[in-house]
């Protein structure tokens, strides 16, 4: 019963990850329609939230579409997140990195950019 058009909705959650003994919070906002991301934004956050200060390293892949709204929701996100991480990944499209830029740029120098996963794996777990 699933019609020709049907897309399965892509879905989020905040998984853990171990690299080389260190655990990486993985952020996956893979796919997700601009409500979709807004969501699962405010769900990453609530478990960002429940970590020990400054004990998180975490992943985000970022290739959604992004629109006003959901810039504005992570970058709020992002800002409240800070106490609670150590180092941040992001491998993202071109167009999300200059968000990211923006945070790094107002005191996120926690928040790194890469362009392959291997490459922001590797940077998580040195030091």
């Known amino acids: 019963m699933e019609p020709a058009d049907f897309?399965?909705?892509a879905m989020?959650?905040?998984t853990y990850r171990y690299h080389q003994g260190m655990r990486i919070l993985v952020l996956d906002y893979s796919d997700l329609a601009p409500s979709e991301l807004v969501r699962a934004i405010?769900?990453?956050g609530a478990v960002?939230?429940?970590?020990?200060?400054?004990?998180?390293r975490v992943l985000t892949l970022m290739?959604?579409?992004?629109?006003?709204?959901?810039?504005?929701?992570?970058?709020?996100?992002v800002a409240m997140n800070a106490p609670f991480v150590h180092k941040?990944?992001?491998?993202a499209s071109n167009f999300w990195n200059v968000v990211y830029v923006g945070f790094?740029?107002?005191?996120?120098?926690?928040?790194?950019?890469?362009?392959e996963e291997s490459e922001a794996l590797a940077w998580l777990v040195s030091g």
């Open 7 to 9: 897309k399965q909705a």
């Open 12 to 14: 989020f959650k905040p």
């Open 42 to 44: 405010g769900e990453a």
């Open 48 to 56: 960002i939230a429940a970590a020990a200060p400054g004990s998180l």
């Open 63 to 77: 290739n959604s579409g992004m629109t006003k709204e959901t810039a504005e929701t992570l970058r709020k996100q």
């Open 88 to 91: 941040s990944a992001v491998v």
């Open 104 to 115: 790094q740029t107002h005191g996120r120098g926690d928040i790194m950019l890469f362009d």
